[in-house]
């Protein structure tokens, strides 16, 4: 299977290349030339994921190790556990992994892929990453003690929570943590820099870990097909799903899983008042704004990088309606639900979880009938500066972030210049 960018289709690579470089030579995204689509099978998680992963690394130099890779990167649980006596509504918890969210699915197949993929020179893999949240910790997480592998985080100072930053900065001798004296827009930019920057790139294998690339999308498909084509088997019917966004990556993940066969229903984008896909999908006008600050930070993002895999699949928006709705959700709209489900279902969510669960109270009448999926992104406790005041109690930590809290931080402050980000580097 080759892929291709999303900007000219004549920009073509392999599976491992798309990989290691991210973004496709011409400033697209790569997308696969063509569907495969699939049988739905009843199977584990990583079981699931290889088949799904089979045809489109078919041909590739990862095509071998690909079971093996699932098994690794996939070694946590991922339950749907049910709300509803009659299982018309549950939720998915994307959140047992090493850093308590859904980013953990992406990123440690993405070590996997990179720890199989040796640079040609010998040189390792030095992986960027601009966070201002979950990002940083399950790159460094995905990567922490891996040989051949060496990350570089920045984030800005002073920008990020206290439980953010302790995640951010946990790690061992190949992670490095940088806090920098700017906003997280300054981070992005010195990712980028580096990545132009001839004498940066003549001395370092650089990798990008952001949700661009198409290593951390096609995993996260696999939880949208075991999960549907278990549901199916057991009721004979579709699950809707209603996924809290931002880059769109895991709704993209699911539009895949849909496209390749699996009995995916209804696709719901569930996004906070950064509201550019809700008002594209209302009006026809793309257009891209810049970020509004929420408590669902995660989800903070006026021009979703993802977009344009879904535009260039979907030119017009009419196309787009027929393949996924959305819907956008205040702050005190946030607080109100945690409250709320907190009483009806013994149930506390992130705030990205509960802009979710406050699109499902909304659904109207007829969309009831239908069964429904809430994604919950993250573990409650990994945003407990803003849940526990909410919920009046304090949450328990899981004990994957409790592990991370006993270990010692480390990190350097640098300025928001190139010139300091290359000092770190070397
Ligand atoms: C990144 C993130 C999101 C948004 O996911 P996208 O793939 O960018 O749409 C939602 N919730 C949490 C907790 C996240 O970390």
């Not at 500066?385 to 480390?410: G, N």
Request: aromatic share 6%; charged share 20%; with cysteine.
């Amino acid at each position: 299977m080759e892929f291709v960018s999303t900007r000219d289709a004549r920009v073509r690579t392999t599976f491992s290349c798309a990989v290691q470089h991210g973004l496709a030579p011409d400033g697209g995204l790569y997308l696969p030339v063509s569907w495969p689509t699939l049988e739905p099978q009843v199977q584990p998680l990583p079981v699931t994921a290889a088949a799904l992963m089979a045809p489109l690394v078919a041909g590739d130099r990862l095509a071998p190790a690909i079971a093996a890779m699932t098994a690794a990167a996939l070694n946590f649980r991922i339950p749907r556990v049910t709300l509803a006596p009659d299982d018309s509504f549950s939720v998915l918890e994307l959140f047992h992994g090493p850093t308590a969210a859904f980013k953990d699915v992406g990123a440690r197949f993405l070590a996997e892929a990179l720890t199989r993929l040796p640079d040609a020179s010998g040189r390792v893999h030095d992986i960027l990453v601009a966070t201002s949240g979950d990002t940083g910790g399950a790159v460094a997480a995905a990567c922490d003690g891996r040989p051949g592998l060496r990350v570089t985080l920045l984030y800005p100072k002073g920008r990020v929570s206290p439980t953010q930053e302790k995640q951010l900065t946990c790690w061992g001798d190949n992670v490095r943590s940088c806090a920098v004296q700017g906003s997280f827009d300054d981070c992005q930019r010195m990712v980028k820099e580096a990545f132009l920057s001839p004498h940066l790139r003549a001395r370092h294998a650089l990798a990008s870990a952001n949700s661009i690339n198409i290593g951390r999308l096609v995993p996260q498909a696999a939880y949208y097909a075991a999960t549907s084509a278990e549901y199916e088997a057991r009721h004979g019917r579709r699950l809707s799903f209603i996924i809290p966004s931002g880059n769109l990556g895991n709704a993209f993940a699911a539009v895949m899983a849909r496209r390749m066969g699996y009995p995916v229903g209804d696709i719901v984008l569930a996004h906070n008042a950064n509201t550019t896909v809700p008002d594209y999908l209302s009006t026809g006008h793309w257009n891209p704004k810049g970020s509004v600050a929420t408590i669902a930070s995660a989800m903070d993002v006026g021009n979703p990088s993802n977009m344009e895999r879904f535009r260039a699949l979907y030119p017009t928006v009419e196309e787009l309606r027929q393949v996924v709705t959305a819907a956008s959700v205040s702050d005190d709209a946030i607080r109100t639900r945690i409250r709320l489900d907190a009483d009806r279902y013994g149930q506390v969510w992130c705030p990205h979880t509960a802009v979710g669960a406050e699109v499902y109270a909304r659904l109207p009448q007829q969309a009831r009938d239908q069964a429904w999926c809430l994604v919950a992104t993250a573990h409650p406790a990994k945003f407990r500066e803003i849940v526990e005041p909410i919920v009046a109690r304090s949450l328990e930590m899981p004990a994957s972030l409790a592990m991370l809290f006993a270990r010692p931080s480390r990190l350097v402050e640098i300025d928001a210049t190139l010139a300091a980000l290359e000092g770190v580097l070397t």
